[in-house]
């Protein structure tokens, strides 16, 4: 099936500080990835919807410039926590949807990265 | 009301038991759908997606019912290994709306 990487696996980093987060489709193309958070024992959140080449979507309640989404190629979004603090301590989750454009079947099935755990001292 | 609803659980079944979940949604619209499991700090992996005549994969069985609109997950001679939280998801193809439940919980006792 198809792949999506996600990197750092796990990061630590000082409040205040910046952490960017990738999600990469490997073997297929993305037009749209999604952004998650989740909470120890809480269920997934989405944050916000990413199309290659054009503004994030953000759901409701969530930081425009807190979250910056950047979707630049069909492979690949970054997600960037900006001014980190403690209270973002989270585990970030990607997920892509192939899009059948590239000869891959269209199946609404998402394919989930491994998951960024930030952990903000 | 939320798009997506699932019984939180927890589930706690004994080893061999035979356990089903529900999935509500609330938009006719939803064209795709699929059961996820993830484990704990791990990411959702899926299980099985879900059509409209039914499906069954060993163990698990996934049915349809657009008419009630829910989906359900059935799972046969519980394992220990089927200890997890199972997410429903539900896709809007065409516009790239994807719910997610909140999960299922599963516990299997030995």
């Known amino acids: 099936g198809a792949v999506v990487s996600q990197h750092p696996s796990r990061v630590i980093c000082k409040s205040g500080t910046s952490v960017k987060i990738e999600c990469r489709s490997l073997?297929?193309?993305?037009?749209?990835m999604f952004w998650y958070r989740q909470f120890p024992k809480q269920s997934l959140m989405l944050m916000a919807t990413?199309?290659?080449?054009?503004?994030?979507?953000?759901e409701q309640g969530v930081e425009k410039d807190k979250f910056l989404i950047n979707h630049a190629s069909l492979t690949l979004s970054t997600l960037t926590v900006t001014s980190a603090h403690p209270e973002d301590s989270s585990f970030y989750i990607c997920?892509?949807?192939?899009?059948?454009?590239?000869?891959?079947?269209?199946?609404?099935?998402?394919?989930f990265g491994e998951g960024s755990r930030l952990t903000v001292l | 009301r939320k798009e997506v609803e699932q019984d939180p659980g927890p589930f706690n079944v004994p080893e061999g038991a035979t356990v089903a979940f529900n999935c509500t949604y609330s938009?006719?619209?939803?064209?795709?759908f699929f059961w996820y499991r993830q484990d704990c700090r791990k990411e959702p992996k899926l299980l099985m997606s879900?059509?409209?005549s039914g499906n069954e994969d060993g163990r698990f069985t996934a049915q349809l019912n657009r008419a009630s609109q829910y989906i359900s997950l059935l799972i046969r001679d519980s394992k220990l290994s089927d200890s997890a939280t199972y997410l429903c998801?539900?896709?809007?193809?065409?516009?790239?709306?994807?719910?997610f439940g909140t999960g299922t919980k599963l516990q299997v006792i030995p």
């Open positions: 990413s199309n290659e080449g054009s503004k994030a979507t953000y």
């Open positions: 997920s892509a949807m192939t899009t059948g454009g590239d000869g891959s079947a269209a199946t609404g099935e998402l394919f």
């Open positions: 938009n006719s619209a939803s064209q795709s």
């Open positions: 998801v539900v896709n809007k193809w065409g516009y790239q709306k994807v719910t």
């Open positions: 879900v059509y409209s």
């Open positions: 073997d297929f193309q993305a037009t749209t």
